[in-house]
């Protein structure tokens, strides 16, 4: 009985372990479980965690602009996947106003950086947004606006500006998607034409993709217009001022042509500046210095041959997107 009890010991201690081993094994498995339902929820939060002052960063540095943190006040933020986020923010934002000869006034640019101005002009045409025709339809927006009383400068009433710039942005007004904050005279001697400054503060959407260099704008919204993506208008807005550099290159050319018929030889510098002082008024009607991206053109002549460039886009000399124009007698 002894020998048959020690048996029936030993062949019931391997179904012990098995037990005990089946039980280690789950819970092995469910602790993994835990772990990858806690890293997925985690994911989830991190997808809708994106704050306001996340946002901020990406939108200050859109393509193209270059805004302060206190510029730009986040509103709202909508997370759609764990890499898009719609964000509606408020910009404070400088336009530059002028008056023409029939005392009309128009927006003419717009501020991107601290030190540069984009026309409006190029921003209409990259959207395909015709510009205001005065003489084929009326606007309010474009009546004459009288000067102030006891007033050298000539300035457009608050009215007028937030007619303006609603026109402008496809925003009705009065609106909070458009609050004017300061309207700036320019006096004459600083401006050849009556303009003015204004600072506003605008309502955007934006449309954010988090990728490799981390959350970027990649659409922006103003009113009632449509979601429009900043690339395709950077690119566009690039050729337009790649077409307008070659045009004013073609000009100091011609000029510097009639300037060495009438003189013998070219103008022999390495300024652009002291070209330019050579050739206006007589040989160039107007002065041309910086070209479409608010950089001095490149000169470097001697009397038989000169070399025109245009730093083009990058604002770096050699680079493929260097506008360069040669000529030799």
């Known amino acids: 009985m002894k020998i048959r009890a020690g048996m029936m010991l030993s062949l019931h201690q391997p179904s012990a372990f098995l037990t005990s081993a089946s039980r280690r094994v789950s819970s092995v498995t469910l602790f993994r479980l835990l772990v990858l339902v806690f890293l997925i929820s985690a994911a989830v ?14 939108i200050t540095r859109m393509p193209g602009f270059e805004l302060t943190n206190g510029a730009v006040r986040v509103k709202s933020v909508t997370t759609s996947t764990a890499s898009t986020a719609e964000v509606a923010a408020e910009i404070r934002t400088v336009f530059k106003l002028q008056q023409d000869e029939q005392g009309i006034w128009r927006v003419t640019e717009l ?32 009546s004459p606006d009288p000067p102030f009383r006891s007033s050298s400068s000539v300035q457009p009433s608050m009215k007028r500006v937030r007619c303006l710039l609603g026109d402008l942005l496809s925003v009705e007004v009065p609106s909070d998607a458009i609050r004017i904050q300061e309207v700036s005279p320019l006096e004459i001697p600083l401006a050849t034409q009556p303009s003015a400054v204004v600072v506003a503060w605008v309502r955007v959407d934006a449309r954010l993709v988090n990728g490799a ?28 001022k790649r077409e307008r550099a070659r045009a004013e290159l073609a000009l100091i050319v011609t000029a510097l042509e009639s300037f060495r018929k009438e003189r013998g030889a070219y103008v022999v510098s390495d300024s652009q500046a002291v070209v330019i ?36 886009a990058d604002g770096k000399e050699n680079t493929p997107d260097d506008i360069v124009l040669n000529q030799s007698r």
């Open 213 to 240: 260099k981390g959350w970027q704008v990649t659409e922006l919204r103003t009113g009632e217009n449509s979601w429009v993506n900043i690339d395709t208008v950077t690119v566009s807005i690039n050729e337009m």
């Open 45 to 58: 939060d991190v997808r809708a965690d994106l704050k306001p002052k996340d946002a901020r960063k990406p």
């Open 111 to 142: 501020r991107t950086k601290p030190d540069r101005w984009e026309e409006i002009d190029f921003i209409r045409r990259a959207l395909g947004v015709p510009a205001f025709d005065s003489r084929t339809a009326p606007n309010p927006c474009t």
């Open 277 to 312: 002082d050579h050739l206006t008024p007589r040989y160039l009607a107007r002065v041309i210095r910086v070209d479409p991206w608010s950089q001095p053109y490149k000169y470097e002549g001697d009397r038989e041959r000169f070399t025109l460039r245009s730093l083009g």
